[in-house]
């Protein structure tokens, strides 16, 4: 881990960094959209691109972007650790004091943040917006990460379409005719969360000293800096979800990005809010130091399931007693996804902050009944295990499932339940890292379903969807993660399936891959246009083993970049329009 005289450096680094408010050097690479797309409303991209929001953007960027760097690097030095044997996951020495300091607490709950027990997700696409917000939930994570394909349209529309829903403008008829409205004042419907995209994905759109700018900065500094002070009025925000994360310094950097912001615009420190997904194995041995680096922004922690699955896989990829088995068979009952969780409740309620449950992404099955049924009773159970452990809420794909959550969450009788810290006195931090599953097995269909279900995930995505139906489940980029990390992992160890004897090897998971392709694009209603082909093109070297990415999405993103500016006509003319 990053030494206390290293971490040292690094400040000293960036507060010498001092910056200019100034657009040199920045170079836009597409063309701003100028056409309104959403009638009744006139706001179009070159609102959200002003001169102002982009100083705004860059002098962030400057500033921290040295850190965001270095900090990305430290996760390859602690994995480099890992393989060698010279590093195993613990609780920080260094840290001690602030998790055995029994005084401090993290922020009150904010306004529009007190009860969060249903909270929905999705993407920021205008339709998918305005049904979450007529939900019967609480809150609503709006999503610039795992379930956005980060195209130039989704991010920058995004934009646009949270701009108008803050200020009421958001109604819309589709192309096919049918008109989304929203149901009551913003004010009055779920509190918006919005999830910038994490610190190791960058936005090669919008360049900065001939580097891309942190895309986690471009979408947090956009946002807040056209709706902070709106979203104040309506009284509720502005407030944030925070992806990714491995270490208790990438949480400092966010705190510090916060402050910086808030007093740019003049805004008392300590009205941001945001909520950590502990959705990382590093992570979860720094939930209270996290919390204590984002004090008076913290709002709590989330059980970032299906990522925290990818990541003790990717973490671990290198150790054979860590293997895990069939996707199905690693659950939530599983000794370390039962260790984290209970951690993470104790620890959140311990420091006066919410503890929020996992994704439920379950959706209806319509021409299922009995299939729907007991789809439906799985989300029910996972819900009222959610609930008896401790935490104060849980998440939703889908509208319909929140009939499902409130009734659940109901039997809470308080808006939430920090009041309650289960005890865990006898926790041992191994536990963290107890990946042994009762009648394991890893078998020929483990790899199929794998296969399929990241085939179909990186297919979607490359097209520009990252929020897509598959086998009845609402799945994310999480999904296609676990699948290339488990063959990678299975490769690599040579493991024997359970159920034909035969060994892993990249040939076998080549034969099936390609045989998963076939049957994927006979099947596909895009016919010749669909994309299965290049996924699997991707795929081969990460489920093979000649290859392991730290992330699909950065290894995806250049399929998705649309360069069609390669002058600075753009920002040039923002320029000469602030000296008129």
């Keep these: ?32 959209d100028t056409t309104p797309q959403f009638a009744p409303s006139t706001t179009t991209p070159k609102d959200i691109l002003t001169k102002e929001a982009l100083e705004f953007i860059v002098l962030l960027h400057r500033t921290f972007n040295s850190t965001r760097k270095s900090l990305l690097q430290n996760r390859q030095t602690i994995q480099n650790g890992l393989d060698s044997g010279s590093y195993k996951f613990h609780f920080l020495e260094e840290t001690s004091k602030i998790r055995t300091e029994i005084s401090w607490q993290g922020a009150i709950p904010a306004p529009g943040l007190i009860d969060r027990s249903t909270e929905i997700t999705g993407p920021p696409l205008r339709n998918m917006l305005i049904n979450a917000l007529n939900s019967d939930v609480k809150t609503y994570m709006t999503d610039f990460e795992d379930s956005l394909s980060p195209t130039w349209n989704n991010i920058i529309y995004g934009q646009v379409n949270l701009y108008d829903t803050i200020r009421n403008k958001v109604n819309f008829t589709s192309s096919k005719g049918k008109a989304y409205k929203l149901k009551n004042d913003i004010n009055k419907l779920p509190t918006l969360i919005v999830r910038p995209r994490g610190w190791h994905l960058e936005e090669k759109h919008l360049l900065v ?51 910086v912001a808030q007093d740019y615009l003049g805004i008392p420190r300590g009205t941001i809010r945001a909520t950590v997904l502990i959705e990382t194995l590093p992570a979860a041995f720094q939930m209270e130091e996290i919390i204590f ?6 709002s709590g922690l989330n059980c970032g399931r299906w990522d925290y699955i990818f990541s003790t896989i990717k973490r671990l990829r290198n150790l054979p007693e860590h293997l895990l088995p069939d996707r199905d068979q690693v659950t939530m009952t599983s000794p370390f996804m039962d260790a984290y969780v209970k951690l993470l409740i104790n620890t959140c309620h311990r420091r006066g902050v919410h503890a929020m449950g996992g994704m439920a992404a379950h959706i209806p099955i319509k021409d299922d009944l009995k299939a729907n049924e007991v789809a439906m009773t799985k989300v029910r159970t996972d819900k009222i295990r959610e609930l008896t452990n401790g935490h104060d809420g849980s998440w939703i794909a889908h509208p319909a499932l929140a009939k499902i959550c409130n009734e659940v969450f109901i039997n809470m009788g308080t808006p939430n339940q920090i009041y309650k810290i289960p005890d865990f006195s006898q926790f041992k931090s191994s536990e963290l890292t107890n990946t042994t599953i009762p009648d394991a097995k890893i078998t020929s269909d483990g790899i199929r379903q794998n296969l399929d279900i ?11 969807s990252g929020c897509v139906p598959i086998n009845n489940l609402m799945e994310d980029a999480a999904t296609a993660e676990v699948s290339r990390c488990q063959l990678y992992q299975w490769v690599k160890h040579g493991v024997t399936l359970s159920d034909t004897g035969d060994k892993v090897t990249p040939q076998l998971t080549t034969k099936i891959l390609n045989e998963q392709i076939a049957k994927l694009k006979a099947s596909s209603p895009l016919g010749a246009k669909n994309k299965f082909d290049l996924a699997g093109k991707y795929f081969l070297p990460e489920i093979t083993g000649q290859h392991f990415s730290e992330f699909l999405t950065s290894l995806l993103y250049d399929e998705i970049v649309t360069i069609n500016s390669t002058n600075n006509e753009y920002i040039s003319s923002l320029n000469e329009w602030s000296k008129l």
């Excluded at 580097?211 to 002070?229: Q, V, W």
């Design 1 to 32: 881990h990053l030494s206390l005289r290293r971490q040292r450096q690094m400040c000293i680094r960036d507060s010498s960094n001092m910056v200019k408010r100034t657009l040199k050097n920045v170079l836009l690479q597409v063309t701003v």
């Design 209 to 259: 000293d001939d580097e891309p700018i942190s895309a986690s900065i471009f979408d947090f500094g956009l946002y807040f800096f056209h709706n902070a002070k709106r979203l104040i009025e309506i009284g509720k925000g502005p407030y944030f979800y925070l992806p990714k994360m491995e270490h208790h310094l990438e949480a400092k950097l966010w705190n510090d990005i916060f402050c």
């Design 454 to 464: 990241g085939l179909q995930y990186m297919e979607a995505w490359i097209r520009g």
């Design 293 to 298: 680096q984002l004090k008076e922004h913290s």
